[in-house]
C-alpha cells in the first residue's frame, strides 16, 4: 500500500466500472481505452508514476507514520513552514509535468481531504457530526492513495437572490431518507471535474442553507449503486497530439452527478443536517489556506508556460522588436512575478493553527485568488492579439501528411521556423487561447474561486484596517469612532 | 440574367469543381453537399432566394440600366444620400437573415467590386493601368450577379519591418511572366474567407510595395488552371443545429489561395507593376467608404442579436435583479447606439465624390471602426461572465434523445425555461463566444479593418483638427505656429 | 423686457445683495467687484451681450408671443425638429463663447423652468399641486430673463440604504409650516451651482421621499428673508490670467443654501406634500430629454477644446510623431465623434409628446450621459501623460516680468513656441485637469448626470429589448416565457 | 559631527543663502521662515530629529566606522539582507512619520551617493574619471549628514526622437570650458525636487549622450557662485493644516536649476566627457536596486495612508455596506500587498554584487516599479468615486471659526463623525487626490521611474525567458533556434 503508480490507478479506476453517460450513451468497456478519456488518464498515470520514479520518490512522498510505506505528500499534514515548502515543491513537480494544464491534478483534493480532517476536533460533540469518520477516512484514502472528485455547488435553476426550490422532486441533492444504514440522498450536484474517472467523489455542504436536508459531508466510491455522472459534451478536439496538443491529453470533462437515492453508509457521513457546523466548518478548517496554496502553485506554472508560448511565437515570426509587443509581454511577467512573490509571501508568513497545521497566510493567498482570474484571460486575449491571423491559418496534421505538404513548407514557413514547427507553435496557441479546450479552461481559471464579488466583499471585510484608519485619525487629530 | 436565386448559385457553384483542400484530401463529389461547407452553402443560397423573394425584391434588387433585369441592390452605385440608405437597408435585410454572422456575405465584395470600378477612370492613361477592364468586369460581374473571395495579405513569413523577402522560389504571390496572353503568377496569398466557394477570386495589391512584382489587380474563376484552395482546419463542431446552432450554418473557411503558374488574361487584369497606383487607388477610391458602410451594418445586426442572447440568458437563470448585470447588459445597449448613431452619422454627412458617387462620411466610418473592435471581444466576456458555469454544462442533442433525458428535465431546468430550451440558450451562448468557431469569430471582428496601429495613426493625421488649434490660440492669445 | 444685456444682469445682481458666506465672512460690496466672483460674472455677462448682438441676436432669441419682444432661445419650447436643431445652435454659441467650460451657463436652468412648465397640465387635479403658478412663473422668467440656480439633492450625513433622518432640528430642507401666505422651510440643500450669483433659486423635490415634508416645488429671489448661500472655499487660482487661464473666468462656486424659516409665497409654490407627484412629474416631463439635449451640446464643445488642447501640447514639444500620441488623440477624437453622433441621433429621432413638445431621443441622450463620465477624466489622463513632467514646470506671469525672464525665455522655449507661449500651453492643460478648479471640473462631469449605477440599470430597464429576445428564441425555435 | 538633528539641518540650511527664484522675486530671509517652505522644512527637520531620538537612534543609525559616531543609516552600505532589512526599516520609520508623503526625503539621495560611491572601481583606470573623488566625498557626505537634490534630465524643448539642440547659447548644461580649476558649467537642467533646499545638488549624466559636452557627474554646494533655482509656482494651498492638511507639510517644490558658468571643482568631478561612462555605470552600479527598495518602502506606506482615508471615508458617511465599495478598497488591498510581497521578494533574492554590495533583486523591484504608477492614479480615482460631492462640499476653517459655525455643524455632520471632523476627513481626500499639491503627487508617482514605455521594454529583454521557451519546444517537440 501507500503511493501508486500509473499502472495501479488506470487498472483501479478500469475495475470501478463507474456509470458516465456521454453524448446519450453510457460508457461501456475499459476507461482508459476510451478515445475522450484516454489522453487525461495517461497524464494522470504519468503523475503517479513520477511520484514512485527513483528520482524523484523523496521530493513527491513522505513515509506514513502507520504504515512506513512512502505515501502521496499532498497528504501530509503540514506542521511547520519546512513542510509548507515542502509540499510547494511537490505541487510544482506535478504541475511542470502536466505544464499547469490539469486543473484537478490529484494533489487538490488529497489536500481538501487532509485539510478537513486535520480540524476533525471542530466537530467534536457536535450533533449529527462524525469527527472519527472524517479521521478514519482521511487515514485510508492517504494509505491507499484514493484520488478523487468532488461537488459544491447545486444545480442553478434560479439565480435570484429570492428563488428557494419547492419542486416536489429534488432537484439539489437532499437527504430523502436516513435509515439504520446510513442517509438516502436524492438529486443532483453540479460541475464535478473528471467525475467519473476518480475513486471516489467527495460531497461536502459549506455555507448557509435554508434546507437542513441539503447539508451533509461524506465520501463515496464512484461506483456506489445510484450513482451516475453524465457528462457534458466533450472539448476534445481529437487525438492527433498535433492538432490538438492540449485538448488530447489534458480535456478532464466535468459532469453532473445524479444521485438515484443513493444510500451513503454511516461510516462514510462526516456530519448531516447541521446548517451551523456546514457555515462554520470551511473556515475554521485549513481548508481555503492548503487548497489555495496548492492552486497558486500550478497557476504560477501554468504562467511560466503561457509566458514561453509567447516567446516562441514572438522568435517564430520576429515580431521582438516592437515596443507594443514588449508591452504584453511584460504584463505576462508582472503577472507571474507578482503570483510568485504572493505565494512566497503566504509561506513566509505562515502560522500555526488551533490543530497544529502550519497555514500560509490567507490574505497574501487571497490577494493572489483575486489576481488570477484577472490576469488569466488577459494572459490569452495577448496571445490571440500577438498571433493575429497566424493563429486562424492552422492546417492540419493530416495536411502536412499529405501531398499538398510542398505548399505548405513554402507558404507557412516563420522567420525561424520549418512551416510544420511553426503550425505547431500558431496550434498550441490556438489550443491555449481559442479552442472549445481553451476557452473553457478561461471559464474555469476565471471562476476557480468561486463568485469573485463575494471574494471582494471577504477581502475587504476580513483585512485588517484598524491601525490605518487610527493613524489617519491621529493625523488629522480627530476621533476615531 | 441579372440577381440568381438559391438554386442558381448552388448549381453554378457545383459545375465549377474548383480544387480544394481540406484535412489533406482534395474535395471531392458535390460542394453543396460536403458535410463542411454544406451548411453555409444553404445559408447563402437562402440569401439569394431572399432578393428574389416578392415580398423583398423591390427593397433587394435595383434595376440594370443595361439589360433592364432586376440587379442585387449591392451593385448599385449610390449617387444620392436616399441610395446609400436604399443600399443599407438591403444590407440589414441579409444580414438579419443570418443574424450578422455571415462576415462575408455577398454584399461585402459585390461593394467592393462595385467601388473600385466606380473610381476607374483613376487609372485612366497610366502605366500598365486598363481602366477599361475593370469597368467591364463590373457591369460583368453585376449582371451575372458573381460572387466573390478576395486576399489582401501575403504570407506572414516575418512580421520584422526590416524583412524583405528573397527566397528563390516566391512565397508571396508574384508575377514570374507576361506573356501576349497575360500575366503569369506564382506563389500564395493568405486568408480567402470563403475560397472556393465563390465564383471569382479578386485579388488586389494594395499600400506600399518594394517589389514590383507584387503589384497587381485582377479577378478570375475559381477553377482556373494553377488556383488551389488550401483550407485550414474546419471551427464547423459538427451538422447538428441543436448542438452546433451557429457553426454548422456559419462556418465560412478560411483558406490560403496557392498560384501554381496561373494565367491570368489581359482582359482580366486592372493593374500591375505600377507601384504608385497600388499606394494611391484604394484612397482614391470609395472603397473604404462603402465597404465599411456595409460592413458596420452588419455589426449592428449581430450586436443586436448578441443583445437579444443576454436578455435570454438573463431570463432563463433570472439574473435580471443584479445591478452588475444591468451594468454589463446597458455597455452591450450603448456599444450598440453608439455603432447606430455613427452609422446614421455616416450617411447624413456624406457628400459626392469626382466621379459622382455618394460617399458615406468616412470620419464616423472610422471612429466605429475603431470602436467596434474594441466592444466585440467585451460583448464576449459579458455573455461569458453572465453565464458562469451554465456555459460549461452542456450535453449533447444525443443526451436529450436518450433514456437520461428524464434527469436532464429535471437538473437542467431553468427559472422561465425547460432544460431542452435552456441547455439551447447556453450552447448558442457558448457557440457564440466560445467554441472554436466563436472565437475564430472574435478574431475575425478583432482584425476585420487591418491593424488597428495603423488605423489609430491615420485618424489621428487625416482629423480635421486647425480650428480647434486656433480656437485654443486665440483663448491663449498665443501665435499658432 | 425680454433677453438682457450683460449690463442688466450685473446691475440686477448687485442690487439683490444676497447674504453669501465665504471662508467665514459675509461677503460685502459690489459681487461684480468681488476677486472670487468677478472673472465667472463677466464671463456670464458676456453671453447675456451676445444674445443681442446684432450678429447674433437672430440665433440667440424668438419673439415672445405676448411681448413681441426677443427673448432667450433657450426659454422656447421646441415644437418641431427645426426647433430642437435652433435650440442646440444657440447653446453651441454660448458655449463655443466659454469653451464649454461653463457647466451652468443660463441656458441649462432656463431650459428646465420651461420643460417643467411646459408638463404643468400633469399637474391639473392633483393635490397640493398649482400647475397656473408653474406656467406664469415660466412665462414671468421667460420675459424678465431671469437666471437661476437650483439644488436637487439633500445632505448626504450618512448614505446607508437604511439610514432615516429624524434630527430633532431639520437637516434635509423641510416643511416647517404651512400658513397662509405660504410654506415655510427650514434645513439645507446641497451643492447650489453658482448659487448667490444668480436672480432665483429654483428647489424642487424628485424621486421618493419617506416624509412628505421633504416634498416640495418652488422658486423664490436669491434675496429671500432667510436664504443663506454658504460657500465652499474657492477653486479660483488668483485673477491672472496667464496663470489661471481658466479659474480665472470660469470658477462657478457651488454653495449650501441654507433655510432659515424661509416664507415661500403661495404664487410661487407649484407643489408640496404630494410624494406621487414628487415621484413622476420629472420623468412625465421632457425636462430629461431637453436638459440633456443641452448638456451634451456644451460637453461637445468642451471636447473640441480639450482636442485643441491636446494639438496644441504636441506640436508645442513636437511629439506628433509618435504613435501612443496617436493613440490616445484618437481616442479623443473617437470620443468627439460619439457625442456628435448621439446628440444628432437624439435630435433625428425626437417626437412629439402629449404636451406638443419636441422631445429628442431620450436612448440617444442616456447613452451620451453613461458615455461622457467615463470619457471625461480619460481625456485629462491623456493631457497628464501626453505633458509628462512639462504640466509641473510651471513659472508664474510675475516670474516673466522680473530680471530672470531671460533665463526662461532660454530654458523653457519650446519646439514651435517661446518659452512664454509654452508655459501659457502648459498652464491651460494644468488648469484644465491638474487645479484644484479643473479637478472639480472632472468630478462635476463624471456626476454630472448623478449616481451612474442608478442610470446604468434605468437604461437596463428601459430599453427596448423585446425584439431581440424574440428573434433569438425564433432563431433557437424556442418558447419565448 | 555624524547624524544631525533638525535644528542643525535648519541652522545649515539657513546660513546658505542659496540663491532660489519664486513667483518672479528673489527668496530673501530666512528660509526655514518662509511661508512657502516653512511646512517642508519642519516636517524634514522632525525625520532628523527622529533619527537620534533615544528610542529610534538604534534603528535609525549605524556607527560610523571611521568617526564611531552614529550616522543615518541609509548611508549604511548593505552586505548582508539583514543589512537590507535593517535599511528597510529605518526607511519605514521616515515614511510612517511623513505618511508616503514625502517623495524626497533624505535617504532617497542618501542611497544614490552611497550606491554610486560602492561602485567607483568601476570607474578605476578609465578617461576623465576619478574614482577616489566620488569615494571620498560619500564619506564627507556620511560624515555630516549633507542632505541633496539632484537633476538627471535636460530641458524638454523638442521630444522628436530626431532632434539635436544646436542652440548657440547653451540650453541643456554643458562644460563650457575646462580650467585648471575645474569644469565650467553653462545651460540648465530640469526638475530638481527640493531644489535650494538642501545642501548639495548632485548631478549626474546618465544614458546616451550626443554631445560629451553634456557628460558630466560632479556634487556641488547648493550656494555655489552662479547657481540658480528657479521655482515653479507654488502648490501650497495656505499654511492652515486644517485646509490644506497635505500641502501645508509636503509641499516639496521643484525647481530648474540654471548654471550660469558655474566652476565645479577638481575634487567635486567624480567623471566628464566620457559618453561610455554615462552610458554604463549606472546599470554596473546598485544605484537602481538601492534607490528602487527605498522608493518602493515608501510607496507602501503612502498606500497604506490611502488605505486608511478610505475606510474613514467610509465610516463618515457610513457607506460599508455596499459592494461596489468592498471592490474599490479591495483593489487598494491588493495593490497594497502585491507591493509588500514584491518588496519582501526583492530582499530574499537579494545577492551580492561584484563590490561586496548586497542587491535586492531587481526583477522584482522592477515589477513593483511597473505596477505602482498604474495603482497609485487608480487609487486617486477610487477615492474621488467613493466620495462624490463630499469632496467638493468644503469649508475652510476660518468658516468654522465664524457665526456660521452652527450651520455647519449642523448640516454638513457625517454618519460618525462631527461636522468639523467630517469636514477634515474630507479636506484629506481632496488635498490627496484633487488640488494642485495632489495632482503634482499624482503625476510625481505615475513617472517616478521615467518614461514607462523605456522600462517595459527593459524588463521584456532582460527578464530569464529561456528555460520557459525550452519546455514549450520540448512539449512540442520542435526545434529552439
Request: charged share 25%.
Amino acid at each position: 500500500m501507500g503511493a501508486i503508480n500509473g499502472k495501479e490507478y488506470i487498472n483501479r479506476l478500469n475495475q470501478l466500472k463507474n456509470e458516465i453517460w456521454l453524448d446519450g450513451k453510457k460508457v461501456e468497456g475499459l476507461l482508459s481505452e476510451h478515445p475522450v478519456f484516454k489522453g487525461l488518464i495517461q497524464e494522470k498515470a504519468a503523475l503517479y508514476d513520477l511520484q514512485l520514479d527513483p528520482h524523484y520518490i523523496e521530493a513527491m512522498t513522505f513515509i506514513s507514520p502507520e504504515s512506513g510505506d512512502p505515501i502521496g505528500l499532498s497528504y501530509m499534514q503540514p506542521r511547520s513552514i519546512d513542510d509548507l515548502k515542502r509540499r510547494r515543491k511537490m505541487f510544482e513537480q506535478w504541475a511542470k509535468k502536466t505544464y499547469g494544464m490539469m486543473g484537478r491534478s490529484p494533489d487538490y483534493l488529497n489536500t481538501a481531504i487532509m485539510a478537513f480532517a486535520s480540524s476533525a476536533s471542530f466537530l467534536e460533540g457536535k450533533e449529527n457530526c462524525f469527527p472519527e469518520n472524517l479521521v478514519q477516512f482521511y487515514k485510508m484514502a492517504r494509505e491507499k492513495d484514493l484520488n478523487f472528485t468532488h461537488t459544491f455547488i447545486s444545480p442553478q435553476v434560479n439565480r435570484s437572490q429570492f428563488y428557494f426550490e419547492d419542486s416536489k422532486e429534488p432537484i439539489a441533492a437532499k437527504i430523502v431518507d436516513v435509515t439504520d444504514d446510513g442517509l438516502v440522498i436524492k438529486g443532483a450536484r453540479l460541475l464535478a471535474t473528471q467525475g467519473g474517472l476518480t475513486d471516489e467523489v467527495f460531497v461536502i455542504s459549506i455555507g448557509k442553507f435554508f434546507n437542513e436536508d441539503e447539508v451533509f459531508a461524506f465520501s463515496i466510491p464512484s461506483n456506489t449503486k445510484g450513482l451516475k455522472f453524465i457528462c457534458r459534451d466533450t472539448f476534445i478536439g481529437g487525438t492527433s497530439h498535433f492538432d490538438h496538443p492540449l485538448s488530447s491529453r489534458y480535456e478532464e470533462m466535468d459532469s453532473i452527478v445524479v444521485f438515484d437515492n443513493v444510500l451513503v453508509p454511516w461510516d462514510r457521513v462526516f456530519y448531516y443536517k447541521n446548517g451551523e457546523v456546514a457555515e462554520k466548518f470551511i473556515n475554521q478548517s485549513a481548508f481555503h489556506n492548503l487548497a489555495i496554496h496548492q492552486v497558486i502553485t500550478r497557476q504560477i506554472v501554468k504562467t511560466e508556460f503561457i509566458l514561453g508560448i509567447a516567446q516562441v511565437l514572438i522568435e517564430t515570426i520576429n515580431i521582438g522588436e516592437y515596443q507594443h509587443i514588449h508591452e504584453k509581454v511584460s504584463e505576462i511577467i508582472c503577472g507571474l512575478e507578482t503570483m510568485k512573490a504572493l505565494l512566497e509571501k503566504a509561506e513566509n508568513d505562515a502560522s500555526i493553527d488551533e490543530y497544529g497545521i502550519m497555514r500560509p497566510d490567507i490574505t497574501a493567498l487571497s490577494v493572489a485568488s483575486l489576481t488570477f482570474p484577472k490576469l488569466y484571460p488577459r494572459f490569452t486575449e495577448i496571445i490571440q492579439i500577438m498571433s493575429a491571423s497566424g493563429i486562424i491559418t492552422l492546417p492540419t496534421e493530416n495536411a502536412f501528411l499529405s501531398e499538398i505538404r510542398h505548399d505548405l513548407d513554402q507558404y507557412l514557413q516563420g522567420a525561424t521556423k520549418s512551416a510544420e514547427d511553426r503550425v505547431k507553435v500558431f496550434r498550441l496557441a490556438w489550443d491555449l487561447t481559442m479552442s472549445s479546450f481553451g476557452t473553457r479552461e478561461t471559464q474555469y481559471e476565471r471562476y476557480f474561486f468561486g463568485d469573485p464579488i463575494r471574494l471582494v466583499s471577504s477581502v475587504y471585510k476580513s483585512y485588517p484596517k484598524e491601525q490605518y484608519v487610527k493613524d489617519v485619525c491621529k493625523f488629522l487629530q480627530i476621533e476615531n469612532i
